[in-house]
């Protein structure tokens, strides 16, 4: 009942900047957060930034100081801004959503490849 759909990615150079999008729709209850994951060939899937229903926010160290995670609650919309760009932030980057209390449901989008070059 819940779609994700990213955009936003694509080619780059080194030190240029990209803005994602994602955008939830369907049934939702109650959102506890949003965030970005992202997955380089060869390599596990990691969390890059999330931003909770509080207006928590974590990021993941790599992405420190380059990187701005923000939502908008009244589209169920996450953005990452995505500046100084490196060629190891080269991958599928996807959009998640949770939901729910006493169950907890998580979503995920198609992912958007974002390749940035030296």
């Known amino acids: 009942q819940v779609q994700l759909v990213e955009s936003g990615g694509g080619l780059v150079q080194a030190g240029g900047s990209l803005r994602l999008s994602c955008a939830a729709s369907g049934s939702i209850f109650s959102i506890n957060a949003m965030g970005w994951y992202r997955q380089a060939p060869g390599k596990q899937r990691e969390l890059v930034a999330t931003?909770?229903?509080?207006?928590?926010?974590e990021y993941q160290d790599s992405v420190k100081g380059r990187f701005t995670i923000s939502r908008d609650n009244a589209k169920n919309a996450v953005y990452l801004q995505m500046n100084s760009l490196k060629p190891e932030d080269t991958a599928v980057y996807y959009c998640?959503?949770?939901?729910?209390?006493?169950?907890?449901?998580?979503?995920w989008g198609q992912g958007t490849q974002v390749t940035v070059s030296s």
């Open positions: 931003i909770t229903r509080g207006g928590d926010i």
């Open positions: 998640s959503l949770t939901a729910g209390s006493t169950v907890t449901f998580r979503y």
